[in-house]
């Protein structure tokens, strides 16, 4: 295999992902800006967010490797999405602390004076972590529901007009 074509079979595994994070990323710095009273989103934090989802995105394909992944493939799909949502949830926030970590000591900061300088609250931890691990479930639902009834199915279902049938005028009745 290329060198491209595996660079271009990367990007389109973890395309989704990223999309989907970006989504989430930003909907957690509105939220931030709201429980901050600062009522702005800045291109900054609009920055951050984008940044937030690549990184998530590299964290799950990285994750997606790894046979931990798929223990629960073979259990009932509930299970498998919770633990997908977990293993997934564990991997962003890893990378995601090791990223500011690596900005810290860019800037010449030690661990300590980057745990400081973060000025993030308890509550604030928590609203995040809500937001990602309610993400993580739909983005896993929508992931396994599209293996179980064949990769590319739920696209064609949620953007596609749906087709008329014979029995199109007929209401359903309770």
């Not at 079979?9 to 800006?33: G, M, R």
């Not at 997934?88 to 990223?99: H, M, N, P, Q, S």
């Not at 860019?106 to 604030?124: F, R, V, W």
């Amino acid at each position: 295999m290329s060198f491209l074509k595996k660079v271009r079979d990367e990007v389109k595994e973890v395309l989704p992902a990223i999309i989907f994070l970006f989504v989430t990323f930003h909907l957690i710095a509105f939220t931030n800006s709201l429980l901050l009273e600062s009522y702005r989103i800045t291109p900054t934090r609009s920055m951050f967010a984008t940044i937030g989802a690549l990184v998530g995105g590299k964290a799950i394909l990285v994750a997606n490797r790894l046979s931990l992944t798929h223990f629960f493939r073979t259990r009932p799909l509930v299970l498998c999405v919770l633990w997908r949502s977990v293993v997934y949830g564990v991997f962003c926030a890893l990378f995601l602390t090791t990223e500011h970590f690596v900005s810290g000591a860019l800037h010449g900061k030690t661990p300590a004076e980057t745990i400081a300088s973060q000025h993030i609250s308890a509550a604030h931890m928590c609203a995040n972590a809500i937001w990602l691990a309610v993400s993580l479930v739909l983005f896993n639902s929508y992931v396994e529901l599209d293996r179980v009834f064949g990769k590319g199915t739920l696209r064609k279902v949620f953007l596609s007009a749906p087709q008329a049938s014979a029995d199109s005028g007929q209401q359903l009745t309770a």
